[in-house]
């Protein structure tokens, strides 16, 4: 940890002296366009996006943190931390108790703002234990607003919940249930600025966009367009109007949903993994957050601030077509009312893990109860053990990965029931990748959370065991944007997931351009999305609070006369190998002893992990 902060400080200085320059800070913008694969962005697909990789700083070798989540990657962009600070581990997490606004769930899903502020709450006011970018820059008295897709814009400035300081917009935005506001309130200026904008003071929902479909009616075949209009139009009609007239530098945030919501729910591709998520409707909601984007930047030029505004773009992660498929799975036998005979259903870990375990299945998501069998958890999700307020095993279900708990009982750690749970996930086919808390100590076949920067200082209860699932290519030329893994989910075979640890999900789109970036410069080194944190921190002259030492690093190659670090090639494996022989692989890059994570699995079974050259790993 030491070399990372001491390396770090170097590189702060050194990027200082390029911000010596520039007295005044000037505004920065972050876009992120959920989900967008970095290698789909083309003049073509989405020409906003290209001309501003093109002209700005392209990052070719951009990573999202896994597990490649959108809430976990949010509290990395919004605090520059890694998830093992965070404690943001994926978007459904298990809290140790019952959330109230989540139907008194333990295992909520995140994206959220009551089921948010119960958590930070919990948590001792926040549950992510780190400062974020939006609170930093209020503190030096910049304007500050997150607008966009429920959850993650949220994250940003989650712990104050007045909306008096920052401008937080998204889906709930205006929307109540028992007569008390779900989101966060509008100031009165805001209100304003919205009403002089001709702008309603509630979001519209996803209509059409947000309808999934089942296995015999296909989801949406319709981008998130009428929804991110509104947002887009509060960003350039009221805020960014707003924020001219201060006159003070801003910090603004615009999280589009597109394309990640529309690439899960499409339904171009029913039962099918070709075309999968490229289709027409995937391609629409490519070319919405594009024109999102572009909106911004006309707005910018109108309103005279595009030479002071830096825009950065990240998303928070790939994307990949979901599989159904096993040859293994005991839940995969059963059959159940929509899901297809001899496809994996949903909660098919929790369901396995019961059968292996001998133990029952309860469902968080219906008050704890029983799971009958040929039925599944209604959200997939799993309490395992013969009491149900005291599980033995918890599975927070989440996609192309998934969370297994082992709740403390007593001081010790349940190291046999970790072997045992592991030793029943190497059996299956849809397996590839697991890594298990250091507490429980080495595991054969497996490689400890902290290799993969998820353990450090969290405040929420640290998964026992992380499992990544089975991905690989369908034929389309590219591999990485045909991307195809086992999820575990409620959406269907065909439709869009992400959560994978194979390379397809880790290369989020990553560019930006403005005064302080370097011009047409293509950057070859890795970065994350922790790096975004950092980088913006240090643009802004921001000084977010730490508790945590699992920070990423400025981007000062990207910065005018900043250094240019090197990166080296690196690859983690299991100690020891499972009995049949099996071990886990991390394929990483490393810049000033910060890891950047490509792909892992086991070899042969993820998508972007070399399978020849990690068979012959030896350690
Ligand atoms: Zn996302």
Same mark, same amino acid.
């Given at each position: 940890m030491r070399r990372i902060i001491a390396v770090l400080s170097i590189s702060l200085a050194a990027s200082s002296a390029a911000l010596a320059q520039n007295n005044t800070p000037r505004n920065l913008i972050l876009f992120v366009p959920d989900?967008?694969?970095? $290698?789909?962005?083309?003049p073509e697909t989405a020409p906003a996006l290209a001309a501003l990789r093109d002209k700005g700083v392209n990052f070719k070798n951009p990573h999202s943190l896994f597990p490649t989540f959108t809430m976990p990657n949010s509290s990395a962009m919004s605090t520059g931390h890694h998830l093992g600070d965070t404690g943001?581990?994926?978007n459904t997490i298990f809290t140790g108790y019952s959330v109230g606004p989540a139907s008194?769930?333990? /295992?909520?899903?995140?994206?959220n703002d009551p089921v948010l502020g119960d958590v930070d709450d919990h948590f001792? #006011?926040?549950?992510?234990n780190e400062e974020t970018i939006l609170l930093a820059a209020r503190k030096e008295g910049y304007s500050t607003a997150a607008v966009g897709k429920l959850g993650p814009t949220l994250m940003? @400035? #989650? /712990? @104050?919940?007045?909306g008096a300081k920052t401008i937080i917009i998204d889906d709930q935005t205006g929307a109540e249930k028992d007569g008390k506001l779900l989101g966060i309130p509008l100031s009165d200026a805001t209100k304003a600025a919205l009403t002089a904008a001709q702008l309603p003071l509630a979001a519209p929902s996803r209509?059409?966009?947000?309808k999934a479909g089942d296995s015999e009616k296909p989801g949406t /075949? !319709?981008?998130? !367009?009428d929804q991110q209009k509104y947002f887009t139009d509060a960003v350039t009609k009221a805020i960014l109007p707003m924020f001219k007239a201060r006159n003070k530098p801003f910090v603004l945030v615009l999280w589009s949903r597109d394309p990640d919501g529309t690439q899960h729910n499409q339904g171009d591709s029913l039962g099918s993994v070709t075309p999968g998520i490229n289709g027409p409707t995937s391609l629409a909601a490519i070319k919405n957050a594009d024109d999102n984007l572009a909106q911004v930047q006309q707005a910018l030029k109108d309103l005279g601030l595009e030479a002071t505004t830096n825009i950065v773009v990240a998303a928070d992660h790939g994307f990949s077509t979901i599989s159904k498929e /096993?040859?293994?799975?005991?839940?995969?036998?059963a059959e159940y009312k929509g899901v297809p005979k001899g496809q994996l259903p949903p909660g098919f870990v929790a369901i396995d893990l019961s059968k292996a375990l001998n133990l029952p299945l309860f469902d968080p998501d219906s008050k704890n109860a029983p799971v009958a069998d040929g039925t599944y958890p209604r959200l997939a999700n799993g309490l395992i053990g013969k009491d149900a307020s005291a599980p033995d095993v918890v599975v927070a279900a989440n996609g192309g990965s998934d969370l297994v708990y082992i709740p403390?009982?007593?001081?010790? !750690?349940d190291k046999d029931l970790a072997r045992k749970v592991v030793s029943a996930l190497i059996?299956? @086919?849809?397996?590839s990748g697991i890594f298990v808390h250091d507490s429980f100590g080495l595991i054969p076949g497996t490689l400890p959370m902290s290799a993969i920067?998820?353990?450090?200082?969290?405040?929420?209860p640290a998964p026992s065991i992380v499992v990544n699932f089975r991905s690989y290519a369908t034929d389309c030329g590219e591999p990485l944007l045909c991307g195809v893994e086992v999820a575990d989910t409620?959406?269907?075979?065909?439709q869009g997931m992400h959560g994978n640890f194979s390379r397809a999900d880790t290369m989020n789109f990553m560019a930006a351009i403005g005064p302080d970036f370097k011009t047409e410069y293509v950057n070859q080194l890795p970065v994350s999305n922790a790096d975004i944190g950092m980088t913006i921190s240090q643009i802004m002259g921001l000084k977010p609070t730490s508790t945590g030492g699992l920070v990423g690093r !400025?981007?000062?190659?990207? $910065?005018?006369n900043g250094i240019t670090p090197k990166a080296t090639a690196g690859r983690l494996v299991s100690k020891k190998p499972a009995e049949d022989g099996t071990r886990t692989v991390v394929q990483f890059q490393n810049v000033q002893g910060q890891r950047y994570f490509d792909a892992a699995g086991f070899p042969g079974r993820t998508?972007?992990?070399d399978a020849t050259e990690t068979a012959n790993a030896k350690k």
């Open positions: 989900g967008l694969r970095a $290698l789909k962005v083309t943001v581990f994926s008194s769930s333990m /295992t909520p899903f995140l994206e001792g #006011h926040n549950y992510v940003f @400035d #989650h /712990t @104050d919940r007045t209509g059409e966009n947000g /075949t !319709v981008a998130n !367009v /096993t040859s293994t799975s005991p839940a995969a036998k403390k009982k007593g001081k010790k !750690v059996q299956q @086919d849809y397996v920067n998820l353990k450090g200082n969290s405040v929420t409620r959406l269907q075979q065909g !400025v981007i000062s190659e990207a $910065l005018p998508l972007g992990l």
